[in-house]
C-alpha cells in the first residue's frame, strides 16, 4: 500500500533563547503541509520483526539512524508487535532542505502501517508513539494547517483560508545541517515574539496581513552559513513575488504569488541541473 508524504513550510518560526541548561529550544510556528511529496510504500513482514526499509537517494539512510526506522521499532513496542516491516521510499522532497522530508516520510509511514494493520489509533496514540524521535513529526497527523510551541510537543489546528501560488527552490549541492543553523542562531541575543496577528489573518483569509506577519528567525543564520539562499531571496523578490522566506532551518526557500503566470516565467529563470525548483499550493 501506497501513500503521499506532504512536505511542509514554516510561516513563521519563533525560536526562544536556551534557559536552564536545556539543549532543546522552545519554538512557537505557523506550518501547512503543501504538495511537494514523496512516495511511501509500506507491507508487513509476517515471519520476522525485521525493518528494511529502500530508497531511491543515497544520501537517505536505510538502516537504524532513518527516522522512518525508530518510529516502526516503536510502533512495535507500543503495540506489542510480532511481525516486521517493508519500506520503500521515492524521494521528491529534497533532503535538507527545511522541508521536514524526513519527519513527513516517518509521520506517514506510522498512518499507513496502523492502517494495513487495522489499528484503530488516534493522534495522542501516535505523538506517544513518536515522542522524542523528530520534533516536526507530529504536525503531519493533522489535516490542517498548525500552530506548534514548545518542542514540538504542542499542536494546535488551525483553518488557513489564503492558498496562494507557491515556489520552491533550493540549491541542489548545498543543504543545511538544522543543529548547525541553531548553533548559529545562538550567537546572536534575539527576543523576537510571537505575533497572533498571523494567525488571525490566515483564518480571516486576509492575503496581505498574512505576508505582513510571517518571519522565521532562523532565515539570518540559514543566510549567515549559506550567502547562496539570500541571493535567490533577492532575486525572486526583483522578480516580483509578494514574500519570500527561508524554510525551517533552510536551505530551501519558498515564495509566494497570486500570479500564475510569475511562477511560469520563474520556473525557467532557474537551471534545473543546479537548482530544484518545484510550483507548488497548500495541501492542508
Given at each position: 500500500m501506497k501513500i503521499k508524504s506532504y512536505a511542509k513550510i514554516n510561516l513563521s518560526l519563533?525560536?526562544?533563547?536556551?534557559?536552564?541548561?536545556s539543549i532543546l529550544h522552545n519554538i512557537k510556528s505557523i506550518a501547512s503541509q503543501i504538495d511537494l511529496y514523496d512516495m511511501v510504500s509500506l507491507n508487513i513482514i509476517k515471519d520476522n520483526k525485521k525493518i528494511n526499509i529502500f530508497c531511491d537517494n543515497e544520501e537517505v539512510p536505510c538502516d537504524n539512524k532513518n527516522t522512518v526506522y525508530k518510529v516502526l521499532e516503536s510502533l512495535q513496542k507500543y503495540a506489542?508487535?510480532?511481525?516486521?516491516?517493508?519500506?520503500?521510499?521515492?524521494?521528491?522532497?529534497?533532503?535538507?532542505?527545511?522541508?521536514?522530508g524526513g519527519s513527513s516520510n516517518a509521520a506517514y509511514c506510522l498512518l499507513?502501517?496502523?492502517?494495513?494493520?487495522?489499528?484503530?489509533?488516534?493522534?495522542?496514540?501516535?505523538?506517544?508513539?513518536?515522542?522524542?524521535?523528530?520534533?516536526?513529526?507530529?504536525?503531519?497527523?493533522?489535516?490542517?494547517?498548525?500552530?506548534i510551541e514548545g518542542t514540538g510537543n504542542i499542536i494546535k489546528p488551525i483553518k488557513n483560508k489564503i492558498n496562494p501560488y507557491i515556489l520552491i527552490i533550493k540549491i541542489k549541492k548545498n543543504g543545511l545541517n538544522?543543529?548547525?543553523?541553531?548553533?548559529?542562531?545562538?550567537?546572536?541575543?534575539?527576543?523576537?515574539?510571537?505575533?497572533?496577528?498571523?494567525?488571525?489573518?490566515?483564518?480571516?483569509?486576509?492575503?496581505?496581513?498574512?505576508?505582513?506577519?510571517?518571519?522565521?528567525?532562523?532565515?539570518?543564520p540559514a543566510i549567515k552559513l549559506c550567502p547562496e539562499i539570500g541571493k535567490i531571496k533577492e532575486k525572486l523578490l526583483n522578480l516580483g513575488f509578494d514574500f519570500v522566506m527561508v524554510s525551517g532551518s533552510g536551505s530551501s526557500?519558498?515564495?509566494?504569488?497570486?500570479?500564475?503566470?510569475l511562477i511560469n516565467t520563474t520556473l525557467t529563470q532557474f537551471d534545473n541541473k543546479i537548482y530544484f525548483v518545484k510550483s507548488c499550493q497548500k495541501v492542508y
Open positions: 519563533i525560536v526562544e533563547p536556551l534557559v536552564n541548561n506489542d508487535l510480532e511481525c516486521g516491516f517493508k519500506v520503500h521510499i521515492e524521494k521528491n522532497i529534497p533532503i535538507k532542505a527545511g522541508l521536514g499507513l502501517a496502523c492502517k494495513v494493520l487495522g489499528l484503530n489509533y488516534g493522534i495522542e496514540d501516535f505523538k506517544k508513539i513518536v515522542l522524542g524521535l523528530g520534533s516536526d513529526i507530529p504536525l503531519f497527523f493533522y489535516q490542517s494547517s498548525v500552530y538544522t543543529k548547525d543553523v541553531y548553533k548559529e542562531y545562538d550567537k546572536k541575543t534575539n527576543n523576537n515574539k510571537f505575533n497572533n496577528k498571523l494567525i488571525n489573518s490566515l483564518e480571516s483569509g486576509n492575503y496581505e496581513e498574512v505576508i505582513n506577519n510571517m518571519y522565521n528567525d532562523l532565515e539570518y526557500v519558498f515564495a509566494f504569488t497570486k500570479d500564475k503566470k
